[in-house]
């Protein structure tokens, strides 16, 4: 049908009052906590075109706020409310996000230590797509560990907003848009000089925060610039800092059979502990001095609550119209994050494994005739009948006197972004853009052991003076001095002579060049002109990680890493068509197929209507294919050293044992050999615990593949009144995770006879007995992934006492979070557990009058269970828990109120978890609980009571 000039003229301005009307619902409905009032022209029935914007989840501009997919939208006023000086704070409290890594849950890694990033839908940080004024941002994490955006490295006060996608946009975005999109838009157009300044302490006078912003700007004739400086400390919380997180603990019995919290202190003590079995073979434990064994360690002692960070940034952006139909754009950005001395418990030192490497059929030892070993614990060994210290059942220790061990990490993040924007027409616009970012990590980890050295340090000799002194002569002058760890006897000399300083350095580089054109096409549907958008897009990505020489060469108390190399390119053609069918029917329609250096060409889609039979009332639905391309990490992390127990399947095989695994294992000449001469293949204790190995990347994973879908309404009830409600489904396949070196043996092993390889293709290597001494494994695509949920968010606006209320409801409701293993078919459904609660919601209320402005926001997280599996387990029997495996719903409830003074200065003052509500506890028995912290950080405050207030003045 075609339209006369007179309908032309009606559909525009039908079209616009939908659209002002349209927007309003959306500014009030999709807010995360609050949004500022917006503001509409009343002359909806004028002959004027409606201003078009682009709308995260889209190219094309449009005149409506709401897309066939839901996004919420987190404004400026909501993180100045929250009184969050980063970003990922505000973020893990939106029903639909979660910290993947945070200050808390990170504090046990030396690599991603102070890391802050975000998964939406819980699906990942991986498959969370982070963008800044929807273009790509450099990954923050060092690409041996994984790939996502740090967002320390994008200051909270250089944001305007945040636009949250709920949805798979890879046709859209590209790879890794699986779980949806997080879009952060920073602030633009600056006028003359703003400062910024916020302080902050918790009820207990600790974790202070403090964060200097200033902003200078200016405009010209077609033209902006500004600068902004800023820089931020938190300086975090020691795990004795709070009583739940004060000590070591676990769930135990009492002499009743109720399930107690009690203290379980690690058995690796400063005094040393000395196992072995006695001349009536039972076990006895002693201090390494030979005196009873006198208790553990408590390492929360030395643990952190919350990594102290330390952040300084700068930013800047300009542009300028050449002419009224170009115009050319560039913004910076630096970061630098550092962990200030963040600590956990001095070494754990397994002389045993370690030292003499018992655990890889090592035969290092100690006869117990040295002059190390004190007489009260030489005579305990020789009336056991032991020779050498090897024969013991267990020789620890806590390394003390070396220190803690600390990581000082430094991540530099610089990224520069510049493009054209160019209007062929009224009609159409093309723009093109290039970015570069990469991120610098520097890393010193205090209170490591050079195991070589303490080998020597070890092996001492009587120099027939009564001085006792290393053996070797060579490691005598290089400054070798005999180590006493019988005891508390360490000495400062032996100290600086074993200690070592462990260094890594790690680089993540990316960049992109990106075209295209978008406007409408010369035709018309009944609805309207179609619109396109269509473009080009090149992206490279590069990484590396260096453990450092000691640490690739094994040397260190750490397990022996390699180093990390690698990139990958991609290009990308995509396609985006808005079809209006009719005037109230709309039709999205996109397509993008990338050409990818490792996993080759890839098609991604998205389909997406909406329909409003009324003019108070929208249904859309949409459904996508998206891809999850392997990154640096999946690909080339370099191998890392295990000796975690595996199973080997021959063990225990005879001549006569049925069945297709005992046929391959008879295949395998050294294992043959053995049946024939003792009957069966059996390990010993040595052989079963000496298999050691790698695990790292995998060049030939493949890339995950996700169908999504999802469908709602938005319902404007009344004036002031709306609704909205989405209903989602991802299913994830081919999910890439590390497969279990056991995992590698039993499929090896389960294959016929033409298929099975006796070594498992180069990742399983016997010695001459036939015992495993190395199995190696890597990433893979191992599980599915099904999720279901549904987000409401009621909205309500009305005046009220000469002033503006408003009430916002945001709760999500999970149905389903299921993983499969694709080998074997198990699944477990994961909702109800810690991180997967069945119910989440915020309910905000806001109240302004003239220049005062009140708020306070309710979050909610629902009763769950620690494990849905009874992974868990008590202390005393072993058993799943019970009592402490049901947690209890709980509430955090925030306070913050603004007063703007004038225009040009106001005070915002706020109380965080105002009712002190303490976490619950998830200590060594749990399995959702963060190691060293006693709860999940995800899910519950670990800081309590928070007090801050900040100040903006304008200039």
Same mark, same amino acid.
């Given at each position: ?28 409905? &999709? ?125 909270? @006060? ?16 590209? @790879? ?50 500004? !600068? ?47 196992? /072995? ?15 009873? /064994? ?60 370690? !030292? ?124 070798? &001095? ?6 508390? #006897? ?156 595996? @199973? ?31 009957? @069966? ?32 309404? &938005? ?59 190395? !199995? ?6 191992? #599980? ?142 749990? &399995? ?28």
């Amino acid at each position: 049908m075609k339209m006369v000039q007179g309908d032309k003229n009606m559909y525009r301005n039908n079209k616009l009052a939908s659209s002002v009307r349209w927007a309003l619902v959306a500014a009030s409905a &999709v807010s995360a906590l609050s949004v500022a009032p917006v503001y509409a022209a009343d002359n909806a029935a004028s002959d004027e075109q409606p201003e078009r914007i682009e709308v995260t989840g889209s190219r094309i501009k449009r005149t409506d706020l709401e897309t066939p997919v839901p996004v919420t939208i987190i404004s400026r006023q909501d993180i100045k409310q929250s009184g969050a000086i980063n970003v990922a704070d505000i973020l893990k409290q939106t029903p639909v996000a979660i910290a993947a890594s945070d200050q808390s849950n990170s504090v046990f890694s030396t690599t991603t230590v102070g890391l802050n990033t975000t998964s939406l839908r819980n699906l990942g940080q991986e498959r969370t797509l982070v963008l800044v004024n929807g273009r790509r941002f450099v990954s923050g994490v060092d690409p041996s560990t994984g790939y996502a955006v740090d967002l320390n490295a994008i200051p909270a @006060s250089l944001i305007e907003r945040i636009e949250i996608l709920k949805s798979a946009s890879s046709a859209i975005y590209g @790879s890794d848009a699986v779980a949806g999109v997080v879009n952060i838009i920073t602030r633009k157009d600056f006028e003359g000089v703003e400062v910024d300044l916020q302080t902050g302490i918790s009820d207990h006078s600790d974790r202070e925060q403090n964060s200097i912003n200033i902003t200078t700007g200016g405009s010209w004739n077609g033209g902006n610039a500004w !600068v902004s400086i800023g820089y931020d400390k938190d300086k975090g919380l020691k795990s004795s800092d709070r009583s739940f997180s004060a000590r070591d603990q676990a769930i135990f019995l009492d002499d009743n059979g109720n399930e107690v919290v009690g203290d379980l202190f690690s058995s690796y003590p400063p005094q040393g502990r000395i196992s /072995y079995t006695d001349a009536n073979g039972d076990n006895q434990t002693v201090n390494a001095d030979g005196t009873a /064994y006198s208790g553990g360690f408590n390492r929360a002692a030395y643990r952190q609550l919350v990594t102290p960070l330390e952040r300084k940034y700068a930013a800047a952006g300009i542009y300028q119209d050449v002419n009224d139909k170009t115009r050319v754009w560039t913004e910076l950005n630096w970061n630098s994050t550092e962990t200030d001395h963040s600590t956990i418990e001095p070494t754990p030192l397994d002389v045993l494994n370690d !030292v003499w490497l018992q655990d890889r059929n090592g035969t290092g030892g100690m006869d117990v005739s040295s002059p190390l070993i004190p007489d009260a614990l030489r005579q305990q060994l020789v009336a056991a009948g032991i020779t050498n210290l090897n024969q013991t059942n267990a020789f620890v220790r806590r390394m003390v006197e070396f220190g803690p061990r600390s990581t000082d990490l430094e991540r530099n993040t610089i990224r520069v972004a510049t493009g054209v924007d160019y209007n062929i027409n009224d009609n159409w616009q093309w723009n093109s853009y290039l970015t570069w970012g990469k991120t610098k990590q520097e890393q010193e980890d205090g209170g490591q052991i050079n195991i070589e050295r303490a080998a020597q340090a070890l092996d001492v000799i009587d120099d027939g003076n009564g001085n006792l002194v290393c053996r070797n002569d060579l490691a005598r002058l290089q400054g070798c &001095v005999p180590l006493n760890i019988f005891g508390e #006897n360490v000495s400062q000399a032996a100290v600086d002579y074993v200690r070592v300083p462990a260094k890594a350095t790690g680089a993540a580089e990316q960049f992109v060049v990106s075209t295209g054109l978008t406007g409408d096409l010369p035709f018309e549907l009944p609805g309207g002109y179609v619109s396109m958008a269509a473009g080009v897009e090149q992206r490279l990505e590069k990484g590396s990680y260096n453990p450092g020489e000691l640490a690739q060469t094994g040397a260190s108390s750490t397990n022996k890493t390699d180093a990390t190399y690698g990139s990958l390119h991609t290009t990308d053609y995509y396609v985006e068509f808005v079809l209006p069918l009719i005037e109230r029917l709309e039709l999205d329609l996109a397509a993008r197929y990338s050409d990818h250096s490792i996993v080759g060409g890839q098609t991604t889609w998205n389909a997406g209507i909406e329909y409003s039979p009324i003019d108070d009332l929208k249904f859309r639905a949409s459904a996508a294919r998206a891809i999850r391309t392997p990154n640096i990490a999946d690909l080339y992390a370099g191998r890392g050293e295990t000796f975690a127990t595996v @199973s080997d399947p021959c063990d225990g095989v005879t001549a006569t044992t049925a069945g297709q695994v005992a046929t391959n294992c008879r295949s395998i000449p050294a294992v043959a050999a053995r049946i024939a001469a003792s009957g @069966s293949f059996d390990l010993t204790q040595a052989e079963r615990q000496g298999t050691g190995g790698y695990v790292g990347g995998n060049p030939d994973v493949k890339e995950e593949t996700a169908d999504t879908w999802s469908g709602g309404f &938005v319902w404007q009830i009344i004036d002031g009144l709306s609704l909205t409600t989405d209903y989602y489904d991802i299913s994830v396949d081919n999910a890439i995770s590390t497969t279990s070196r056991s995992v590698v043996l039993s499929r090896c092993f389960d294959a016929s006879s033409a298929d099975f390889s006796a070594d498992c293709n180069g990742n399983a290597i016997r010695d001459a007995r036939g015992a495993l001494i190395e !199995v190696n494994s890597g990433t893979a695509n191992e #599980n599915k992934i099904d999720t279901r949920g549904l987000d409401v968010d009621l909205t309500y606006v009305t005046e009220l006492w000469g002033g503006s209320f408003k009430a916002n409801l945001i709760w999500n409701h999970l149905f389903e979070f299921k993983e499969t293993g694709i080998a074997d078919g198990s699944s477990i459904d994961y909702a109800g557990q810690v991180l997967y609660p069945d119910n989440r919601a915020n309910l905000n209320l806001s109240y302004n009058y003239d220049a005062l402005t009140v708020a306070w926001r309710i979050r909610y997280w629902d009763s769950v269970v620690d494990s849905v599996d009874e992974g868990n387990l008590n202390y005393t029997d072993g058993a799943p828990l019970t009592t402490y495996n049901n947690i209890s719903s709980v509430f955090y409830h925030d306070l913050n109120a603004s007063y703007a003074f004038n225009n040009n200065t106001t005070l915002n003052v706020g109380i965080k978890n105002a009712f002190d509500k303490k976490p619950p506890v998830l200590n060594q028995s749990s &399995v959702s609980g963060a190691t060293g912290i006693n709860t999940a950080s995800e899910a519950y405050d670990v800081t309590g009571r928070y007090f801050f207030a900040g100040v903006t003045v304008k200039f």
